[in-house]
């Protein structure tokens, strides 16, 4: 009997440690350009395959300490990332920059000091607000992958404009059209532009918080024509080029013109959602997805906008 109840605490000692192994993202750092590293997460939707590591996020070694750009979608994620980092420089994070509010981009808040993490007012105050929404809704899909993930609100807001921050040449954009409050760095010491979810590339944007796709388009002029040579998207390979503005300009395009044209036609959301997607796009992942996603999002607008228009035609 006794030696049953060793075998069986030691099997549990063993699962216990097979689990914790299995919660590791395996962070592979890639340095882009000179003091510019990356994360690549995958083309996916959230999953507990891949943890939430279907987001791209950075970190840019200076002179004096080390910038992070996203912290990820979960508590682990950071601390992985943290982890990753240090294998890569002994610098002190100085500075942690968030892009926007969405859960995947900020959610490994807690591994750092929350003195050092900063976001445009806008983020800050959508991800109070909906903070916790995003939170149940990744503890349903990823389950203990979000163990002791909180929501941690950055304290430091962020005056855009263009510094030089410990010896490196940094430019902070205030941009709006993804989710509201977007932030976009570009380090002009490296050429590097982090454009953060303002742009996507072989997967599907997504569109929950967009003030609008025609904002969104112009803003998407307005980066094509930065400074820059390497482009890192929120969520995709990174380029050298600009390439994905065009496959961004010719998907969201696309999207614009099929929901008002089938809002002008009468379609219900779900004739809608069941559209075909043109083959060109069949290289974006998870492009029905996101359309599905997508229309629930925007199409009551499109409607609205057809029913003002034949109203002020009558
Ligand atoms: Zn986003």
Redesign the pocket.
């Given at each position: 009997m006794r030696y049953l109840i060793l075998l069986l605490i030691s099997l549990a000692l063993g699962c216990h440690v097979a689990l914790a192994d299995d919660y590791r993202y395996a962070l592979q750092p890639v340095e882009i350009a000179q003091g510019v590293w990356l994360f690549e997460g995958v083309t996916e939707d959230f999953a507990r395959d891949n943890g939430g590591n279907i987001?791209n996020t950075a970190f840019i070694v200076t002179d004096a300490g080390v910038i992070v750009f996203d912290t990820g979608p979960t508590r682990r994620y950071g601390e992985q990332m943290r982890e990753t980092i240090g294998t890569v420089t002994d610098l002190p994070v100085t500075h942690v920059f968030l892009?926007?509010?969405?859960p995947?981009?900020v959610f490994g808040n807690q591994a750092f000091d929350p003195e050092s993490l900063y976001a445009l007012e806008g983020t800050i105050q959508r991800l109070a607000e909906q903070g916790d929404d995003f939170s149940d809704n990744l503890y349903r899909a990823l389950g203990d992958w979000m163990r002791g993930t909180e929501v941690v609100l950055p304290t430091r807001g962020i005056t855009p404009g263009r510094m030089t921050l410990d010896g490196r040449d940094i430019e902070l954009i205030a941009m709006s059209g993804?989710?509201g409050a977007?932030l976009v760095l570009l380090d002009h010491t490296a050429g590097v532009l982090l454009a953060?979810?303002l742009v996507f590339y072989q997967r599907a944007p997504?569109t929950?918080?967009t003030p609008g796709l025609d904002v969104w388009r112009e803003e998407l002029r307005e980066l094509e024509a930065l400074d820059f040579r390497y482009l890192v998207p929120?969520?995709g390979p990174v380029v050298e080029g600009t390439v994905p503005f065009e496959q961004m300009h010719d998907y969201l395009g696309w999207l614009d013109d099929t929901l008002r044209e089938a809002a002008r036609q009468g379609l219900t959301a779900s004739e809608v959602m069941a559209l075909p997607i043109p083959e060109r796009f069949d290289e974006i992942a998870v492009a029905r997805h996101e359309l599905i996603r997508s229309v629930s999002h925007l199409y009551g607008r499109y409607e609205r906008e057809a029913l003002a228009l034949i109203s002020e035609g009558g």
């Open positions: 987001v892009s926007h509010h969405h995947d981009h993804h989710s977007d953060a979810d997504t929950p918080h929120g969520h």
